[in-house]
Structure formats: structure tokens, C-alpha cells
């Protein structure tokens, strides 16, 4: 999906084809449901999404990059109880001070930033040893100033990233590495897809057996073929602790990541 159009479309077909099942539904209405089928609780996390998967606006000799290299510093955002993941777009809020100042030097420069778990929630200025050593590069798509000063954001998940040494004094940032994957298009890799796909479908009860085939394929749902965001998809959709979402995150080995799913996906089918 390249931009709004695309969605749009997608729609569009959605409502011509349950019109020939004699389902009714309105252009918003099938807009939402495109949402939802991709895994977004609505419209407004499915348009971030696409505006964040285009060329971000830099200020003149600052070079774009999506990869952030090794040692790069970043500014951070300390987050109290979310663990973000690639490719996920959430909106968050911002009262502290030296993070709205790290934000301010985020969207002067590239719009990146670094986002880390606080391994407790309850402390208001954590320092970076307060910290997870593992967080996720991330995009802002959008900023605005709400009456009491708290900023809202919305940002997009990049890439997996490890917290190096802390680098400024003003706000908290630190150097950054870019965590490699592995074993992310092996055989192994993609059944284990499909078996954690399957599971979390039946966990969740989601039933797309009254979508015809023909609008399914282009629904672009999780897909088996790309095990790595699948997990990262389904990851932040279960019911489980902060601890556990982050040992999720930091497991690079996507094999042993889609193992670790499954086995919350069925502990949490027990416990319900």
C-alpha cells in the first residue's frame, strides 16, 4: 500500500463486493473495517501509517535515512508502560520536560527518535540505566501542543535499536545500534507464521468468513511470507506483561520470537 489512495480503493471494493451479498455499508464504515482487517483499531492509526511510510520533510544538508547507523545518537522517549515494536504507530502524550526538549531536537534535525521501556513505571526522571537495553527507533509523524502543554504525538516504529552510551546533558538521548534479525525467511520460520496466524485468530475470535476470497488478497493481511512483522504484529496484541512484550522485542532470532508467541497465545487460551 503506497498511499491514502490505496486504501481508498480497497474500500471502494469492499463495499461493491458485500453489495452483491446484499450488505450495506457506508464509505466510512468500510474504511474502518479495512483498519481493523489490517490488525489498526481505526481509520486515523491506518492513515498515520501510510503517511509515515512517506519521505518525511528534513531541513536542508540533513540527510533522511530510515536506518539509523551504528553509534548514532538519538534523543529518547522514556515510555511508562508500552513497549513499542516495529512497524506498530501509536499515539502518545508528553508532559515531561527533558523529553519534550528531546523531541524539540528530534523534529529539528531527521524526526527520529529513540524509544525505550522503562523498567519502572513510577519513576518520573529515569535515567538511562532506569532503562531497557533495547527500544525502537522511531519516526514522528505528527506533533501538537494541547492547552496544558502536553504534547501529543504520533509516532512509527522503525527498526529494533540497542541503547549505547548516554550522549546530552538537556534531555535524555544515547549512541544507538541497529539490531539484526535472523532466521527470519527459513522454512521453520514461515510454518511457525502460519501456526501462530492461525492460533491468535481463534484466540481473538476473528472471522473474516464473510469477506469474499477475491477481497481477502487484497486486504493485505499479516502475512505468513514475512515472518518477522507478523510476530511484530501479533506481539503487541496479546494480553500479556511489559516484561514479557519486552523480552519479545529483544528476542532478534525471529524463529525464537514466533516460538515464544505461540507459547503466549496458548497459556493465555488456558487462562480464559
Given at each position: 500500500m503506497r498511499d491514502f489512495r490505496d486504501a481508498k480503493a480497497m474500500a471502494h471494493s469492499l463495499r461493491e463486493a458485500?453489495?452483491?451479498?446484499?450488505?450495506?455499508?457506508t464509505h466510512s464504515e468500510s474504511l474502518e473495517l479495512v483498519a481493523r482487517t489490517l490488525g489498526l483499531p481505526d481509520w486515523n492509526h491506518l492513515a498515520a501509517l501510510i503517511q509515515s511510510s512517506q519521505p518525511q520533510p528534513v531541513p536542508s544538508g540533513t540527510a533522511d535515512t530510515t536506518i539509523v547507523s551504528a553509534g548514532a545518537a538519538m534523543p529518547i522517549v522514556p515510555m511508562r508502560d508500552l513497549v513499542m515494536f516495529p512497524q506498530m504507530v501509536v499515539?502518545?502524550?508528553v508532559g515531561r520536560e527533558k523529553t519534550k526538549r528531546a523531541i524539540e531536537?528530534?523534529?529539528?534535525?531527521?524526526?527520529?527518535?529513540?524509544?525505550?521501556?522503562?523498567?519502572?513505571?513510577?519513576?518520573?526522571?529515569?535515567?538511562?540505566?532506569a532503562l531497557y537495553s533495547v527500544g525502537v527507533?522511531?519516526?514522528?509523524?505528527?506533533?501538537?501542543?494541547?492547552?496544558?502543554?502536553?504534547?501529543?504525538?504520533?509516532i512509527s516504529g522503525l527498526q529494533r535499536a540497542?541503547?549505547?552510551?548516554?550522549?546530552?546533558?538537556?534531555?535524555?538521548?544515547?549512541?544507538?545500534?541497529?539490531?539484526?534479525?535472523s532466521n527470519g525467511q527459513t522454512d521453520?520460520?514461515?510454518?511457525?507464521s502460519r501456526l501462530v496466524l492461525d492460533a491468535y485468530r481463534m484466540f481473538a475470535n476473528v472471522d473474516y468468513s464473510n469477506v469474499p476470497p477475491q477481497v481477502q488478497a487484497r486486504f493485505h493481511l499479516p502475512d505468513i511470507g514475512n515472518p518477522s512483522l507478523l510476530a511484530d504484529t501479533v506481539a503487541p496484541l496479546l494480553p500479556v506483561s511489559i516484561e514479557q512484550r519486552q523480552q519479545l522485542l529483544e528476542t532478534s532470532d525471529v524463529t525464537a520470537r514466533l516460538e515464544a508467541i505461540l507459547e503466549l497465545i496458548k497459556a493465555a487460551q488456558k487462562a480464559a
Open positions: 458485500l453489495k452483491t451479498k446484499s450488505v450495506s455499508l499515539p502518545i502524550f531536537c528530534a523534529l529539528a534535525t531527521d524526526r527520529r527518535l529513540l524509544v525505550v521501556t522503562q523498567r519502572r513505571s513510577a519513576d518520573d526522571d529515569p535515567q538511562l540505566d527507533t522511531a519516526a514522528v509523524i505528527n506533533r501538537v501542543k494541547l492547552t496544558d502543554g502536553t504534547l501529543k504525538l504520533v540497542a541503547v549505547g552510551k548516554p550522549a546530552a546533558d538537556e534531555f535524555l538521548a544515547a549512541e544507538s545500534a541497529p539490531i539484526e534479525e521453520q520460520a514461515v510454518l511457525l
